[in-house]
């Protein structure tokens, strides 16, 4: 889901048929190394949270074919090295795609134990199209502004509603970013990876990626494995289902969830007062959707902005405690203050927001085939709705605009082995928004790499967030490429997964504060 992250290095309809030409070979360069980019010129930018980051820019081809060709900037962090004993840059990425990565490296380099931080300089970016890097893409600001028609099209003139909007999104994407969405996509932004690690003048990088993160570095690793010296990937996409499959299956795992959040309202009956039964407190949510349906809770949170606000929760259980306080004030007592604050904490959208849905919908509709006839969007949708009603329509809506694209698209990179060092990676066995499938296939697909599961875990995002145990193995592997080998099954090591929270009025704490900080800069669907 799309999420607010900081920013903090500042310059440094169309239908189906209607489509902008694209270069044949667009994102694959006849020869990638023509193009160096000047050494980074890094100045001072810290924040109170990570003083020590430094910013700075780097320009990159925007079409990696034609290297003397147009160029765009894209903006850099870095929280550098200070031990005499120097790893490389430790390049880092949040997902999204379109989430900006800038305050990730303060994040990581902070998170990570000092001695193993101290040897890498860890390097953030805003990729193309995203947050400070120039351009920004921004296709039709307030996209998502309230309220939004029910997201569920229970008759046909619900549907034309939501038809219209992703209808007008792409036509405007098309229309202001005609010479720009042939180049957003996954491809070329591995080309930039790369163009940075020529402008840090490294041999090779170590990369670090969440969720979409992954995605890019298996990719970076497929293109360019002679220059992966290690690979960390947390929360990965299965990159056989790019990206319509992909999104169908996350639904299901979305609703089971949130059923697992309305297990944990059960629980704590106490604290919220909506019974026992998990069936019956899923069906109080459920009442809660169809009532603010018909009247929106200030005038804000209706069907749509309701699951918006929800959908949060099955990234972090550390948000449970502050949805169920919401959730039960309105269903107790009709009290809208609380859920309107819930919405504007966890969904609302502002100018970050807009930018990254963006970048989401060109790279995801230009990376690979989308079906165009919407009679196949609508039987599937309906389908998964049956059995996993919770996400089913609201993620459609929220990739929907591939149906319309104004840019023809590319052929998935099919990621495989190519020779790397052994690499790492880490997978909950409950995570909704990259299910556990995704760890065990690329798993597979890199031969060398090593699995570590957080058994019974369901957040999405897992290490430098409070588990001692996932972190060894990541500390582990960073200081010296140690990893676990020769676990039971598929995986080569399990880590039990940390207790759900407590509710608020509990003495425990909601959630730890690197947890909450790390989900507040991942870059949310994928």
């Not at 085939?369 to 009603?389: I, L, S, T």
């Not at 039990?496 to 959630?511: G, I, N």
């Amino acid at each position: 889901m799309r999420k607010r992250a900081a920013v903090l290095c500042g310059a440094a309809v169309v239908l189906a048929g209607s489509l902008t030409a694209a270069p044949a070979e667009a994102g694959t360069p006849r020869a990638p190394e023509t193009f160096h980019a000047a050494k980074p010129a890094w100045k001072k930018c810290g924040t109170d949270d990570f003083p020590t980051l430094q910013c700075a820019s780097v320009r990159v081809p925007l079409d990696h074919t034609d290297p003397a060709g147009r160029k765009i900037t894209l903006a850099l962090s870095r929280v550098p090295h200070t031990a005499k004993k120097y790893q490389g840059p430790l390049l880092v990425n949040p997902g999204g795609p379109g989430g900006s990565g800038l305050a990730l490296a303060g994040f990581v380099a902070s998170a990570l134990p000092k001695r193993v931080a101290a040897e890498y300089d860890v390097i953030g970016f805003d990729p193309r199209g995203v947050g400070a890097s120039e351009p920004a893409l921004d296709c039709a600001p307030g996209h998502f502004d309230p309220v939004r028609p029910d997201p569920v099209p229970t008759s046909p003139e619900v549907e034309r509603a939501n038809l219209a909007r992703v209808q007008s999104f792409a036509a405007a994407c098309g229309r202001k970013y005609a010479n720009l969405l042939p180049y957003i996509d996954t491809n070329s932004t591995v080309r930039d990876i790369d163009v940075i690690r020529r402008a840090l003048g490294a041999k090779k990088i170590n990369y670090f990626g969440y969720s979409y993160g992954t995605y890019l570095g298996a990719v970076y690793a497929k293109l360019f494995p002679e220059r992966v010296r290690r690979l960390v990937l947390d929360s990965v996409v299965d990159p056989t289902g790019i990206w319509y499959d992909a999104n169908l299956e996350q639904d299901y795992a979305f609703n089971d969830r949130h059923r697992a959040f309305m297990a944990w309202v059960a629980e704590h009956d106490a604290a919220y007062g909506l019974g026992t039964d998990p069936e019956k407190v899923e069906a109080a949510w459920y009442a809660m959707r169809a009532a603010l349906k018909k009247d929106p809770a200030g005038g804000k949170v209706g069907a749509a902005e309701l699951e918006d606000t929800f959908i949060p929760g099955g990234y972090y259980n550390g948000y449970w405690p502050y949805l169920a306080e919401a959730f039960s004030a309105y269903a107790k007592n009709e009290d809208t203050g609380p859920l309107v604050r819930a919405y504007e904490n966890f969904a609302a959208g502002d100018a970050a927001a807009d930018n990254g849905f963006s970048v989401y919908s060109a790279v995801e509709c230009r990376d690979a085939v989308w079906p165009r006839d919407w009679r196949q969007w609508r039987k599937d949708n309906w389908e998964v709705y049956e059995r996993a009603p919770f996400m089913a329509w609201n993620n459609a809506w929220y990739n929907a605009a591939c149906a319309f694209w104004p840019v023809e698209p590319l052929r998935p990179e099919r990621v495989r082995n190519g020779k790397l060092p052994p690499a790492l990676l880490f997978q909950a066995t409950d995570d909704a928004a990259t299910p556990y499938q995704g760890g065990v296939t690329v798993h597979r697909l890199l031969a060398n790499s090593s699995l570590v599961v957080e058994s019974g875990g369901g957040n999405h995002g897992i290490t430098l967030s409070g588990n001692a145990c996932l972190d060894r193995h990541l500390a582990a592997y960073l200081t010296d490429g140690t990893v676990p080998r020769g676990g039971s099954g598929v995986a080569d090591a399990v880590c039990a997964a940390l207790p759900d929270p407590k509710p608020l009025t509990s003495k425990a704490a909601p959630s730890s504060a690197r947890g909450s900080t790390l989900h507040g800069l991942l870059g949310f669907r994928g």
